[in-house]
């Protein structure tokens, strides 16, 4: 897969919590993902180790987050995640970084972004993006990883081509709307991460799609720690 101003990152070593993860609320999830303790709750499993998706979501800061910072950036993160779940077209998940602290996922289908074959973005996904520019600018203590799919059809160096101009649309999109690209980072994923099937149309339109990670960058960490992150 070919990557676009892409941040290094290391993998943590991870093991699911076993029992009582399903009534937690996120808040306390973001508690346990800092304590260094190698959970990976919820749909942050999925996001490191299910359906190929195995790239580590965020960049390591190389120690362990505490507990109580953990927490504090579940709670960060819970404010945030509330912001984008308002705005039409995008699917928002809670996952988990590589730092073991909560993270958000957010889906653009390529129905609201693209056209079939196509990068540029639609008047519609241009609202959207707005909406999405302004929760980040809401929330500057963050990294921002853009991934661009496709389906199946095609050659692999098309859609390799087609799947980074895709995320490198969004990416350019978020700058003119203020965002800096020293936060964010774009790849493209070409088909190798489907999540439906590609041998129907409903399918590949589903696969043929935009996700976004929204992490913790240093300076939320080091702010969580010192509580002093608001």
Known sequence: MKRYNVYVAIFLSTAVLFGGCASMNNTTKGGLLGAGGGAAVGAGVGALFGKGKGAAIGAAVGTAVGASAGVVIGKKMDKQQAELERIEGAKVETVTDVNNLQAIKVTFDSGILF?????????????????????????????????????NTGSREVNERLSLERAQSVVYFLTQNGIPTSRMSATGMAFDQPIADNSTAAGRQQNRRVEVFITANETMIEQAEQGTLE
Do not use: R, W, Y
């Open 115 to 151: 056209a079939t074959g196509k990068a540029d973005l639609s008047t519609a996904s241009k609202i959207a993006l707005t909406d999405f520019a302004n929760s980040l600018k809401n929330n500057p203590e963050t990294d921002v990883t853009i991934n661009g799919h496709t389906d």
